[in-house]
């Protein structure tokens, strides 16, 4: 389906700024998490745990969204290898947003933990029990978010070049109102 408004879907919109929020704050519990060892450390657990899985619910749905509606083209006169680093970041993000949780959800697998959403939900294992397979994705687990921090960051530096440098539409085309 072609886009004739120059903007992104209603529906692409809404998934971007509600699952950039979900994502931050995921990314800031996370570390909260690793650095404490009192109560907090288990409250931040349980709210760690279902947010994870529903940005990999919502994922799941942006992806259908984004090849539903594809988004507007980029400025004809971006250089090429720009077009290149956008394309590549953005599904580099989303292919983060699915492994992340992906990665979490195995690592409690394979070191036997439960997965709870609220306290009757559990999520099957996706993974035997496994001491080694646990320690390789626990540390996975933390590098794939330091990509994910990386990426986002170069992404927030893009969208700020667009909207405040550049002026073309683009960073508009994801916020919404006139071009
Ligand atoms: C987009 C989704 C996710 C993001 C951005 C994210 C982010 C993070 C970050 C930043 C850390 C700290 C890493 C470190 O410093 O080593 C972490 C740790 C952890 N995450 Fe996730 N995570 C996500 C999904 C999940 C899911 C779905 C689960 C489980 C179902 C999960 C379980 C854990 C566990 C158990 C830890 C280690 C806690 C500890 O050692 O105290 N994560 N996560």
């Not at 692409?12 to 990314?27: D, N, V, Y």
């Not at 009192?38 to 349980?46: D, F």
């Not at 330091?146 to 960073?171: E, P, Q, S």
């Amino acid at each position: 389906m072609n886009n004739p408004t120059g903007m992104f879907a209603l529906p692409a919109r809404i998934l971007h700024w509600l699952m950039a929020a979900m994502i931050l704050a995921m990314l800031f519990i996370g570390v909260g998490m690793v650095a404490s060892v009192s109560e907090r450390h288990e409250w931040l657990l349980r709210i760690h745990k279902p947010l994870g899985i529903a940005i990999l619910l919502l994922a799941v749905v942006r992806l259908a969204v984004r090849l539903r509606h594809p988004p507007p083209p980029l400025p004809a006169d971006l250089p090429m290898l720009q077009k290149l680093a956008a394309h590549a970041s953005h599904w580099l993000l989303y292919a983060l947003m699915i492994a992340m949780p992906l990665v979490g959800w195995a690592m409690l697998s394979a070191g036997g933990y439960p997965v709870m959403l609220g306290a009757s939900l559990r999520l099957p294992a996706i993974l035997p029990a496994s001491a080694t397979a646990f320690a390789i994705l626990r540390h996975l687990h933390g590098w794939l978010a330091l990509l994910l921090l990386l990426t986002f960051l170069a992404h927030l530096g893009a969208a700020l070049y667009h909207g405040l440098i550049r002026r073309d539409g683009v960073l508009a085309s994801m916020v919404g109102g006139r071009r």
